[in-house]
């Protein structure tokens, strides 16, 4: 699944982030970290979605920066994810 997250295709991306969720992956958070700046708002979301449920809250700091984002489902997303994650 790893492979996912290095993808050319923004549409993998977001399903191996879809993945590690689902799976409870905790050990790929570090892997979706940069995957928040990505250009597609549809991988951030789901970057962001992934890292609320898989990280601790030494993460919350990374998802503040979307609570800005120009997207809205993306907003969302960060805002759920840091409510999650207690920051």
């Known amino acids: 699944f790893r492979s996912l ?3 050319g295709d923004p549409t993998a991306v ?6 590690a969720r689902l799976t409870m992956w ?4 570090v892997n979706l970290r940069p995957l928040l ?11 962001a979605e992934a890292i609320g449920v898989l990280a601790g809250p030494s ?7 979307l609570l800005t984002d120009p997207d ?9 994810a840091l409510a999650r994650l207690g920051g």
């Open 5 to 7: 997250l290095n993808s």
């Open 14 to 19: 977001a399903l191996g982030c879809r993945v």
């Open 26 to 29: 905790k050990s790929i958070v």
């Open 37 to 47: 700046r990505h250009p597609h708002p549809f991988v951030r979301r789901d970057a």
């Open 59 to 65: 993460m919350a700091a990374t998802l503040r920066p």
């Open 72 to 80: 809205a489902e993306v907003k969302a997303a960060a805002t759920a």
